[in-house]
């Protein structure tokens, strides 16, 4: 991934999701937070302060390489991605509940990211701190790339509705395209390093998608939250933006191997998230399915 192209591409690239994002988006979708505060607070607890805990918890045991475990965390701290909400929809979740969720993570990304990523380099790369620390210009390039376009698309849906309607979906498989061609291109550029990344931080990636998806169904469920927030919240959780971690690795922090954790993460994500929503409502649908047990001394 050592691509110079990539590396200037990527920033505009991701100033397109994110203004795909703001599009969707509108103020009653953060004042939603207040019909179901419980499931958005524990979302959120899962996603900010959950997330990265198990990814450090992994680092350690599969003892990562310090640019490398430094880029799961990167990883971790970035919020859901778009395509939550499809999933979301396909098994039957709470779809208004993953855009609300969505806003409020714009938002707090640009807090949660670069605090994550500085105690990070701090912990595992600490004689590169110096170069690789989100610095406070850094962190304003955070904001520049991520929150000011999703706000722009905000203000555009605000002032032109009926353009932002007919402009969502040409947008959002633009960005799919977009990040996609990015991507491959990406990966092409250093291909014969490929497999490389996958025997890296293959095992990881995968294991810390099965468990995002997981605890985002889980953790809910255990507190009371009905099963369509929970499905809402697992994929929120489990869908991570990578488009974000893999742009500030490679153009905030110059360093490639830092968006490999999500670069790989981005590939398999798509089918585990779509294996994790199978399994869930299969079991959803066998659980409805099963009678009701005889009350004592009624008919066998």
Not at 97 to 104: F, K, S
């Amino acid at each position: 991934m050592n691509s110079s192209v990539v590396s200037t591409a990527l920033p505009p690239a991701l100033a397109v999701i994110m203004f795909g994002l703001g599009l969707s988006l509108t103020v009653a979708d953060f004042a939603r937070v207040t019909r179901a505060p419980k499931a958005v607070a524990i979302a959120l607890t899962c996603q900010v302060l959950v997330l990265p805990a198990v990814a450090f918890v992994l680092v350690g045991l599969f003892d990562l390489p310090p640019l490398l475990a430094v880029g799961m965390m990167l990883l971790a701290a970035s919020p859901g991605g778009a395509t939550a909400n499809l999933f979301s929809h396909l098994f039957r979740g709470d779809v208004a509940l993953n855009v609300t969720l969505t806003a409020v993570n714009s938002l707090l990304c640009v807090v949660t990211v670069p605090l994550v990523t500085n105690l990070a380099i701090d912990r595992f790369a600490h004689d590169q701190a110096a170069e690789l620390g989100l610095q406070f210009g850094k962190t304003m390039q955070v904001i520049a790339i991520v929150l000011v376009p999703v706000l722009i698309g905000m203000w555009v849906r605000r002032r032109a509705p009926g353009f932002a309607a007919t402009m969502d979906r040409p947008v959002r498989i633009a960005s799919i395209g977009i990040l996609a061609t990015l991507v491959f291109a990406a990966m092409l550029a250093d291909r014969s390093a490929l497999g490389g990344y996958f025997l890296d931080v293959g095992a990881v990636a995968a294991l810390f998608c099965v468990l995002s998806l997981g605890i985002g169904y889980l953790v809910p469920r255990g507190f009371g939250i009905a099963a369509p927030q929970a499905i809402a919240s697992s994929m929120e959780i489990g869908i991570h933006n990578s488009a974000v971690a893999i742009t500030l690795a490679v153009s905030v922090l110059d360093s490639p191997r830092i968006a490999v954790p999500a670069a790989v993460y981005a590939v398999l994500m798509t089918p585990l998230a779509a294996l994790a929503g199978t399994v869930i409502t299969r079991t959803r649908l066998g659980a409805q399915r099963e009678p009701a047990p005889s009350s004592p001394g009624g008919p066998a």
